[in-house]
């Protein structure tokens, strides 16, 4: 029988809630290859200290953060002025 979308979506809660209860998940592999690339950013050919590495490696990431906040906060007053024209 088939699953109400109410029933999947209690099912996928459940089951994520089994995950991280356990202690486990599983973004490990995509989240070190993500830091990853903001250290191949800022030192690609892997001549700084690691220290220092990892330390610009956490600017650029904040960075690149800051820079996503930027553009959506652009893109909601781009929303709310083509909304008002509308009106």
């Given at each position: 029988m088939p699953m109400s979308p109410q029933q999947r979506a209690l099912r996928a809660r459940l089951a994520a809630h089994r995950l991280h209860a356990a202690g486990g998940t599983n973004t490990e592999a995509a989240?070190?290859?993500f830091n990853a690339r903001f250290e191949n950013e800022v030192d690609p050919n892997g001549a700084l200290?690691?220290?220092?590495?990892?330390?610009?490696?956490e600017h650029a990431r904040k960075a690149y953060f800051i820079s996503l906040s930027l553009k959506a906060s652009q893109s909601r007053r781009i929303r709310r002025e083509l909304d008002g024209d509308a009106a």
């Open positions: 989240r070190a290859a200290a690691p220290e220092e590495r990892a330390r610009r490696a």
